[in-house]
């Protein structure tokens, strides 16, 4: 499913003997320009612009033509995000240009999409060595040009996965722990040993001596690799890279697959592209924000939150929990559920969360997600009987139990639930169950008030 929407630049993205020119099609205001100035490693920060645009453009299970979707663009404060999923969104990649790989200044703050059409892209492929890389993102000056003589229309189709993506990967990021850094010669000798793009398993990477080994079982400490090829758009940047970081969230012996993140560091730019849990798996299904969108208890607290964000770099916990007289728990549940909006992304370098505005409509995360409206169907039409730690929920002609585990997990006697164990998120009667307990609680609450 996709949706259409329409964007304009005021003219095209171009390159010349005065550098590159990314053109916007919009944000906080009209087509603004957020940065202005010079990369200071330019051949890096082409190919790491190269490596964002690639992965937008490539579907790496069951490839077809190129997407050619416009990677989102975020300025805030110091620096500079670029992010862009994978046409079947099972790769997320984002550029981050830091402080001192910007000679210039952040002139202002907000998201937008960025025009990188094939010119720019042969453009950027010829920087080498010294040459220069000026970028103003954004025209220079809006009041030279009308809507009616100089806008270039550009219709791009945004699928609806993107957004239930953007939703899905922060959730799943704020889970990770640095596993393992390797030398960039290390992490050459590594990615060198990787199987080919066309390989489809699942594997393991072990921290071994100063570098990774690979193995067909997890172990406690293992970072999954699934559909190693997908890791191709890293190697562009490799030659300039200081590091590789990997991370990924604790897994024990026998665990089944979960996604990773895959770090390149140079000092002035990251490049990290995460990957879904396997290949045929994209983001956008893998349920990870569900129970922050069947969530209504953070509501309030979300609202309350979104209005206190600001454009710095990452968001403090502690001080969002100051100035809303809340606790860190609830602010961090807080910043969940606007990640579901696309309001906020998750950095694993900086175990930080970060602004974001998207332009979707902040309600399509849930009301396209067929299991939250499964759930609500449920919870509304009295499907739900709650009994202590357990409940009875009635789904056509079908009765499942749904319970309650000391740690808190809901467990379902439902087929989707026997198939996945949770891994891929809530099924739609312990989403129903979530739902129902909150109105229920919230009611006595009310009652008692």
């Given at each position: 499913?996709?949706?259409?929407?329409?964007?304009?630049?005021?003219?095209?993205?171009?390159?010349?003997?005065?550098?590159?020119?990314?053109?916007t099609c919009g944000g906080p205001a009209a087509n603004p320009r957020f940065f202005a100035g010079f990369l200071t490693t330019p051949a890096a920060a082409a190919a790491g612009l190269l490596a964002v645009a690639d992965v937008a453009r490539t579907r790496y299970f069951q490839p077809r033509d190129p997407?050619?979707?416009?990677?989102?663009?975020?300025?805030?404060?110091?620096?500079?995000?670029?992010?862009?999923?994978?046409?079947?969104?099972?790769?997320?990649?984002?550029?981050?240009?830091?402080?001192?790989?910007?000679?210039?200044?952040?002139?202002?703050?907000?998201?937008?999409?960025?025009?990188?059409?094939?010119?720019?892209?042969?453009?950027?492929?010829?920087?080498?060595?010294?040459?220069?890389?000026?970028?103003?993102?954004?025209?220079?000056?809006?009041?030279?040009?009308?809507?009616?003589?100089?806008?270039?229309?550009?219709?791009?189709?945004?699928?609806?996965?993107?957004?239930?993506?953007?939703?899905?990967?922060?959730?799943?990021?704020?889970?990770?722990?640095?596993?393992?850094?390797?030398?960039?010669?290390?992490?050459?000798?590594?990615?060198?040993?990787?199987?080919?793009?066309?390989?489809?398993?699942?594997?393991?990477?072990?921290?071994?001596?100063?570098?990774?080994?690979?193995?067909?079982?997890?172990?406690?400490?293992?970072?999954?690799?699934?559909?190693?090829?997908?890791?191709?758009?890293?190697?562009?940047?490799?030659?300039?890279?200081?590091?590789?970081?990997?991370?990924?969230?604790?897994?024990?012996?026998?665990?089944?697959?979960?996604?990773?993140?895959?770090?390149?560091?140079?000092?002035?730019?990251?490049?990290?592209?995460?990957?879904?849990?396997?290949?045929?798996?994209?983001?956008?299904?893998?349920?990870?924000?569900?129970?922050?969108?069947?969530?209504?208890?953070?509501?309030?607290?979300?609202?309350?939150?979104?209005?206190?964000?600001?454009?710095?770099?990452?968001?403090?916990?502690?001080?969002?929990?100051?100035?809303?007289?809340?606790?860190?728990?609830?602010?961090?549940?807080?910043?969940?559920?606007?990640?579901?909006?696309?309001?906020?992304?998750?950095?694993?370098?900086?175990?930080?969360?970060?602004?974001?505005?998207?332009?979707?409509?902040?309600?399509?995360?849930?009301?396209?997600?067929?299991?939250?409206?499964?759930?609500?169907?449920?919870?509304?039409?009295?499907?739900v009987t709650l009994d202590g730690s357990a409940a009875t929920v009635r789904s056509g002609d079908q009765t499942y139990r749904v319970r309650r585990l000391p740690d808190g997990a809901l467990t379902c006697t439902c087929p989707w639930w026997a198939k996945h164990r949770g891994g891929r998120g809530p099924c739609k009667h312990a989403l129903a169950v979530t739902i129902a307990t909150a109105s229920?609680?919230?009611?006595?609450?009310?009652?008692?008030?």
């Amino acid at each position: 499913m996709s949706v259409v929407q329409q964007y304009r630049y005021l003219a095209p993205s171009t390159a010349g003997d005065g550098g590159v020119d990314l053109q916007t099609c919009g944000g906080p205001a009209a087509n603004p320009r957020f940065f202005a100035g010079f990369l200071t490693t330019p051949a890096a920060a082409a190919a790491g612009l190269l490596a964002v645009a690639d992965v937008a453009r490539t579907r790496y299970f069951q490839p077809r033509d190129p997407a050619s979707l416009d990677p989102v663009v975020t300025g805030s404060a110091d620096r500079l995000r670029f992010e862009s999923f994978s046409g079947c969104c099972g790769v997320y990649a984002r550029l981050d240009a830091l402080p001192p790989g910007l000679d210039g200044e952040v002139l202002g703050h907000g998201t937008t999409n960025v025009d990188v059409n094939p010119p720019l892209r042969e453009a950027l492929a010829r920087i080498a060595g010294l040459d220069p890389l000026h970028l103003s993102v954004g025209p220079d000056d809006l009041t030279a040009s009308t809507l009616d003589g100089t806008v270039v229309e550009k219709k791009v189709p945004l699928p609806t996965r993107w957004l239930r993506g953007f939703a899905e990967v922060h959730v799943l990021s704020a889970g990770f722990d640095l596993r393992a850094e390797l030398t960039a010669a290390e992490a050459g000798a590594f990615l060198r040993r990787l199987p080919g793009a066309n390989d489809r398993s699942v594997l393991w990477a072990v921290p071994a001596g100063r570098s990774l080994r690979l193995t067909s079982r997890p172990v406690p400490g293992a970072v999954c690799l699934a559909g190693a090829g997908r890791l191709a758009a890293l190697r562009g940047l490799l030659r300039h890279s200081r590091s590789l970081r990997v991370y990924g969230p604790p897994v024990p012996a026998g665990s089944p697959p979960v996604a990773s993140a895959w770090e390149l560091d140079t000092g002035a730019l990251r490049l990290t592209l995460t990957l879904s849990p396997e290949p045929h798996r994209g983001f956008s299904g893998e349920g990870a924000a569900l129970a922050s969108l069947a969530g209504d208890d953070v509501a309030d607290d979300a609202e309350l939150i979104g209005a206190l964000l600001s454009w710095d770099p990452t968001i403090d916990v502690a001080d969002l929990s100051a100035a809303a007289g809340l606790g860190p728990g609830r602010v961090r549940a807080a910043l969940a559920q606007l990640g579901t909006a696309g309001r906020v992304g998750y950095d694993v370098a900086d175990a930080a969360y970060f602004h974001r505005v998207l332009p979707y409509d902040a309600a399509r995360a849930e009301r396209d997600n067929p299991r939250l409206v499964g759930a609500r169907a449920l919870a509304e039409s009295g499907a739900v009987t709650l009994d202590g730690s357990a409940a009875t929920v009635r789904s056509g002609d079908q009765t499942y139990r749904v319970r309650r585990l000391p740690d808190g997990a809901l467990t379902c006697t439902c087929p989707w639930w026997a198939k996945h164990r949770g891994g891929r998120g809530p099924c739609k009667h312990a989403l129903a169950v979530t739902i129902a307990t909150a109105s229920t609680t919230a009611a006595t609450m009310a009652g008692t008030a």
